[in-house]
Structure formats: structure tokens, C-alpha cells
């Protein structure tokens, strides 16, 4: 059977005579357009089969993790949402929490009383303490794994108790990210979704159902951001430990100056600006390491420093008692100065 009837007749003959010597002179062939022909209907439902499966995969996710996800009643105008990260351990938002009297609404419209076992401002997290949880805690994946423009799922619970969801995907993410509270998060999570009032504190949901983070507006300019697990497991043990987060301080307030002329010739190259100490505080660390009023820093652990978050920085990933390394000048010589950190009285 030639060709053209195979295929449905009405192609002109080809004539006869030796194998074409260019692919143009290759006799047409026709080939199924799928899109307007059968092969239409067979991508339509391949699509309904793959946006099928996301949407039962979701809604399996939902469920699963929705068990754990609770209401924490805690401030006058609205709860907020929470988890149960752990069996009798709640974690929400720092800013959700503003009165001692705090209510969980848990899975299946139970309400218990919570205690308040710590907060951290700085990465907009608070644990709580209940006596009768939930079936368990929910199922922690891996944040790293996250890739710009994955989808996910933003959980939370509602006043009467309904479980409610937000989809979207991953906005951004970068690594290690310090906030303008000071707080250092392991990455910096930025989400694409709509993240309605009362889901700071719920968690969010990777492809897998996973719970990769706790997410919040209370860190990003009112943007909505994923606190990782990873920051999160560690806030929650030191909190559950010390019912605050220790964070070493120098106490010492500082602005920039250009640093005199004279001086510059004994300073390291292209020095020009230094942080004056504009006020000291009494028995802090900088105080009992005799830094002064009037001095001028300029060096931090063998780095020049031009900016007060140039020593934030140092801060961010130093630990209470290690020791600062720190020069400064005063009446025209420069001074070493060995600082050991503290924490803060509470």
C-alpha cells in the first residue's frame, strides 16, 4: 500500500527515479498535527492527569500535616496559627503572642490552655507548653532542598477551628540571612503566595508534604517570609532550655567619623572612616575591657570596620565568652583591646 493511502489518500505521486540527493527533494510526508487532530485530546488528558495528581498530592499534604497545625489565642483582634512541633510543644510567631492567658484550638475543635516556655523577637519565634496534644508531630524536611520557583503550601487554622491553605511558590531564597531585628536564620526564604491574616505561625509545606519551615510577615517588611526548620530546631531546644535566647552584646553605642589625617599613614591602606564610641554601658563587656568614651574603632578581628553592622556581623556568629579582638584609637596612638562577650542582664 503506498503511502498516501496509508495515510488517507489525496498526496500527489512521487516519481519514480533514484533516491532524492537533498533532504528537499525528500518526498512530503504527512505527520499528525496533535493539536488539531487526535493527538489534542491525548495532551488534554495528559494535563488533567499530572494537574490531578498535584492537586491529590496537596490535599494528601494537607491533611497529613494539618493534623498538627493548631489556633493560638493570644492577643485581642484575631489568633494566630501554630504547630506542634514536637508532643506538647506549640511554636508560633513572637508577635502573635501578647497576653499570658493563651488558648490552643488543636485538630478536631479541642481547646487547652498553653504556657509561655520562651520567644525570640529577633527571628519572630515563641514556644509554647501544652499538657494534651495531638496524634504526633508532623513530618520535617529539609529546607536546602528548596529551588526558586517550587511549589508550596502555607498552612494554618482559622478562630473556628477550619484548616485553611495558601499556594504559590518559592519567591527567593539565598543563604544565611541576618533580619533587621538582628536575628540570623540559616536562609533567607522568601514566599510567593498569600499569606492571609492568621497564617504567621503555620508551617510550610515542600512537594514531598514536608514541613521545611514556620512562616511569617513579622520579619520582612510585612513580606512574607519561612523561618527554616533548621532555625527553628535550634530557637525551639535553646528556649525549652533557657526560656530566652543568650546572645553575647558589648554594650557600647557608636557612630561613624572620618578618621584624622594624621593618623591615617598608621592605619591600614584606604582607612578612612572609624566608629566612635559615643556611650559605654555600665559593666558591660566594651567596660570592663576598658574601651573609653571618645575612642575610635576601627579594627575587629583583624578586619576594618566602617559600619555598626560590620560589628553585628561579628556578633552574629560569635558565642558568650569568646573573646573579641578589637583595635581602637584614643589620643592619637592606636590601642588593642581584648573584649570578652557577655550576655546581657535580664
Same mark, same amino acid.
Given at each position: 500500500?503506498?503511502?498516501?493511502?496509508?495515510?488517507?489518500?489525496?498526496?500527489? &505521486?512521487? $516519481?519514480?527515479?533514484?533516491?532524492?540527493?537533498?533532504?528537499?527533494?525528500?518526498?512530503?510526508? @504527512?505527520?499528525?498535527?496533535?493539536?488539531?487532530?487526535?493527538?489534542?485530546?491525548?495532551?488534554?488528558?495528559?494535563?488533567?492527569?499530572?494537574?490531578?495528581?498535584? &492537586?491529590?498530592?496537596?490535599? @494528601?499534604?494537607?491533611?497529613? @500535616?494539618?493534623?498538627? +497545625? =493548631?489556633? *493560638?489565642?493570644?492577643?485581642? /483582634?484575631? $489568633?494566630?496559627?501554630?504547630?506542634?512541633?514536637?508532643?506538647?510543644?506549640? +511554636?508560633?510567631?513572637?508577635?502573635?503572642?501578647?497576653?499570658?492567658?493563651?488558648?490552643?484550638?488543636?485538630?478536631? %475543635?479541642?481547646? !487547652?490552655?498553653?504556657?509561655?516556655?520562651?520567644?525570640?523577637?529577633?527571628?519572630?519565634?515563641?514556644?509554647?507548653?501544652?499538657?494534651?496534644? &495531638?496524634?504526633?508531630?508532623?513530618?520535617?524536611?529539609?529546607?536546602?532542598?528548596?529551588?526558586?520557583?517550587?511549589?508550596?503550601?502555607?498552612?494554618?487554622?482559622?478562630?473556628?477551628?477550619?484548616? =485553611?491553605? &495558601?499556594?504559590?511558590?518559592?519567591?527567593?531564597?539565598?543563604?544565611? /540571612?541576618?533580619?533587621?531585628?538582628?536575628?540570623?536564620?540559616?536562609?533567607?526564604?522568601?514566599?510567593?503566595?498569600?499569606?492571609?491574616?492568621?497564617?504567621?505561625?503555620?508551617?510550610?509545606?515542600?512537594?514531598?508534604?514536608?514541613? +521545611?519551615?514556620?512562616?511569617?510577615?513579622?520579619?520582612?517588611?510585612?513580606?512574607?517570609?519561612?523561618?527554616?526548620?533548621?532555625?527553628?530546631?535550634?530557637? *525551639?531546644?535553646?528556649?525549652?532550655?533557657? %526560656?530566652?535566647?543568650?546572645? $553575647?552584646?558589648?554594650?557600647?553605642?557608636?557612630? $561613624? !567619623?572620618?578618621?584624622?589625617?594624621?593618623?591615617?599613614?598608621?592605619?591600614?591602606?584606604?582607612?578612612?572612616?572609624?566608629?566612635? *564610641?559615643?556611650? =559605654?554601658?555600665?559593666?558591660?563587656?566594651?567596660?570592663?575591657?576598658?574601651?573609653?568614651?571618645?575612642? *575610635?574603632?576601627?579594627?575587629?578581628?583583624?578586619?576594618?570596620?566602617?559600619?555598626?553592622?560590620?560589628? #553585628?556581623?561579628?556578633?552574629?556568629?560569635?558565642?558568650?565568652?569568646?573573646?573579641? #579582638?578589637?583595635? +581602637?584609637?584614643?589620643?592619637?596612638?592606636?590601642?588593642?583591646?581584648?573584649?570578652?562577650?557577655?550576655?546581657?542582664?535580664?
Amino acid at each position: 500500500m503506498r503511502i498516501e493511502e496509508q495515510l488517507g489518500g489525496g498526496l500527489p &505521486s512521487q $516519481p519514480s527515479g533514484p533516491p532524492p540527493s537533498h533532504v528537499a527533494d525528500a518526498p512530503f510526508v @504527512a505527520i499528525p498535527d496533535p493539536v488539531h487532530s487526535s493527538g489534542k485530546g491525548f495532551l488534554l488528558d495528559m494535563t488533567n492527569s499530572i494537574l490531578e495528581t498535584i &492537586s491529590s498530592e496537596f490535599a @494528601a499534604a494537607a491533611k497529613k @500535616a494539618g493534623g498538627s +497545625v =493548631v489556633a *493560638v489565642h493570644a492577643r485581642r /483582634w484575631m $489568633p494566630t496559627s501554630g504547630i506542634e512541633w514536637k508532643k506538647g510543644v506549640v +511554636v508560633t510567631v513572637h508577635h502573635g503572642v501578647q497576653r499570658d492567658d493563651i488558648k490552643v484550638l488543636l485538630d478536631g %475543635g479541642r481547646t !487547652v490552655s498553653a504556657k509561655l516556655a520562651g520567644r525570640d523577637p529577633s527571628t519572630d519565634i515563641a514556644v509554647l507548653r501544652i499538657e494534651e496534644g &495531638s496524634s504526633g508531630a508532623p513530618q520535617l524536611g529539609d529546607s536546602t532542598s528548596l529551588r526558586l520557583g517550587h511549589l508550596v503550601l502555607a498552612l494554618g487554622r482559622t478562630r473556628r477551628g477550619d484548616l =485553611v491553605a &495558601s499556594s504559590g511558590i518559592i519567591g527567593g531564597i539565598s543563604g544565611e /540571612w541576618r533580619n533587621r531585628r538582628g536575628g540570623q536564620l540559616d536562609q533567607h526564604i522568601r514566599l510567593d503566595l498569600a499569606l492571609y491574616p492568621g497564617f504567621s505561625g503555620g508551617p510550610l509545606l515542600n512537594a514531598k508534604g514536608e514541613v +521545611v519551615g514556620i512562616n511569617t510577615r513579622g520579619l520582612g517588611h510585612g513580606r512574607a517570609v519561612t523561618v527554616p526548620v533548621a532555625t527553628v530546631n535550634r530557637i *525551639v531546644e535553646e528556649l525549652l532550655e533557657k %526560656g530566652h535566647i543568650a546572645r $553575647p552584646y558589648l554594650g557600647i553605642a557608636m557612630q $561613624p !567619623v572620618e578618621v584624622p589625617e594624621n593618623m591615617r599613614s598608621k592605619l591600614p591602606t584606604q582607612t578612612r572612616v572609624g566608629l566612635l *564610641v559615643i556611650h =559605654v554601658e555600665n559593666g558591660a563587656p566594651a567596660e570592663k575591657a576598658g574601651v573609653l568614651l571618645g575612642d *575610635v574603632l576601627f579594627e575587629v578581628g583583624g578586619k576594618t570596620v566602617e559600619h555598626v553592622d560590620a560589628i #553585628q556581623d561579628s556578633l552574629s556568629t560569635a558565642k558568650i565568652g569568646d573573646v573579641l #579582638q578589637v583595635k +581602637v584609637i584614643r589620643a592619637g596612638e592606636i590601642k588593642p583591646v581584648s573584649i570578652t562577650l557577655g550576655e546581657r542582664a535580664r
